[in-house]
């Protein structure tokens, strides 16, 4: 009879216990690390730019970017789980964080999604340029170099990364997606500054991709605003952000006061072959400088990928970019840059590559300067060529 009595007592005790949803957590990250040389590195000497060639290890301008992170999901019920992205840059060569010193610097996000009704984020996040026309640059594709285009123009290799940041992505209807982002400026006395929206669509079906944005943000080279994002990140008037390509439009006293990006790219492929090609038309807008004129810029890149067998890929890119005038010749200028990229895979989780770029500069910079070559991530040169070359490894965990 006691033991009847206990029995019955146990199971009432755990008919009450809460029933605890099931959640994981997954570390990720890659390891990026290569030996790069570039033929005309930024080398300032008594006020001037006079160049020089280096060589380096460099763990964040790789095809990938160093990086390690956290992500999790919790089952709420009802096809519906909280998620989270912490997502940090490494650089390997001195152990600090990348993305500026930022801790997580390269995504911070919490939310909520669905399958049923797609999702809601909250954070630090990308814009829609990287959603759903950035994974066909040859920046961020995945047989790609990870250079951005000339000075990153368009975010289109997410070199920037947008604060206080909502985010919505729909569910998939048969390929067809879309979604945007909101950025509250977090500025007191003015709803405005520091903000900013973003759109897209896209679609992705057997083997073709394509993709539509928009975007416009205000105040975008202020200090933590889409443009200057980062925990380094000074005013305009103090900032070296930025390199002469754009420099004139974005630091200084009186800094453009919008940025705007409209975009469309698109993929197909053909088994072993994958072509692909982007356009984008960035916009500065009101000047300060310039007594408020605006500064347009039409970048224009193809790309392709030959899959020689498993283990071996070749890749090339060719981008056109091309700022016209703001007052006389000054943003007059135009930049070619080729791209191509070698890859051999070791393992599932492991591969070497080889890459070379180059860059050739004409016309007049945003300063009114002559302009110069400027590959993303290296900086400006102390003239209008540039080539950077790179030997390295990747290591996915």
């Known amino acids: 009879m006691k033991k009847r009595v206990l029995a019955i007592a146990a199971l009432g005790s755990a008919a009450v216990m809460p029933v605890y949803a099931q959640s994981t957590v997954t570390l990720y990250g890659v390891i990026d690390e290569g030996l790069q040389f570039n033929t005309n590195n930024k080398n300032v000497v008594g006020g001037h730019n006079v160049g020089g060639r280096l060589w380096n290890l460099d763990s ?71 959603d759903y026309i950035g994974y066909m640059t040859f920046g961020l594709a995945g047989y790609g170099s990870g250079l951005a285009h000339p000075g990153d123009i368009d975010n289109t290799t997410h070199e920037s990364r947008a604060n206080n940041t909502i985010k919505y992505i729909s569910p998939n209807f048969s390929g067809l997606s879309f979604g945007g982002t909101v950025t509250v400026g977090g500025v007191a006395g003015s709803l405005s500054q520091n903000s900013g929206f973003s759109g897209g669509i896209g679609y992705r079906g057997g083997p073709l991709s394509l993709g539509l944005v928009y975007e416009l943000f205000r105040n975008p080279s202020n200090a933590g605003a889409i443009l200057n994002s980062n925990a380094n990140a000074v005013a305009p008037s ?24 409209i975009g469309a790219a698109g993929s197909y492929n ?41 283990a071996v890929f070749l890749s090339l890119a060719y981008n056109y970019l091309k700022g ?25 989780r492991t591969d070497v590559y080889l890459t070379a770029t180059y860059q050739i500069a004409s016309g007049t910079n945003s300063t009114g300067a002559p302009a110069v070559a400027n590959i993303s991530l290296v ?19």
Do not use: C
């Open 60 to 130: 964040l301008a790789g095809p990938s970017g160093s990086r390690w992170g956290m992500k999790g999901a919790e089952d709420l019920g009802g096809g519906v789980k909280a998620v989270f992205t912490l997502e940090s840059g490494i650089n390997l060569n001195s152990g600090n964080f990348g993305q500026g010193g930022t801790a997580f610097g390269r995504q911070a996000f919490v939310g909520l999604s669905s399958q049923q009704w797609g999702s809601v984020l909250l954070g630090r996040q990308y814009d829609s340029v990287n």
């Open 238 to 261: 103090s900032t070296s952000a930025f390199g002469s390509l754009n420099s004139g439009y974005l630091a200084g006293a009186n800094p453009a006061t919008s940025w705007q990006v």
């Open 270 to 310: 053909f088994g072993q072959v994958t072509l692909a090609g982007a356009w984008t038309n960035v916009r500065y807008g009101n000047i300060g400088r310039y007594s408020g004129a605006s500064a347009t810029f039409n970048d224009v890149e193809v790309n392709g990928m030959y899959q020689v067998n498993p």
């Open 324 to 348: 016209n005038a703001v007052r006389g010749d000054i943003g007059d200028q135009t930049y070619h840059q080729l791209s191509a990229m070698a890859d051999y895979t070791l393992s599932k």
């Open 379 to 397: 900086g400006d040169s102390s003239n209008n060529r540039q080539a950077l070359f790179r030997l390295g490894m990747r290591h996915r965990f």
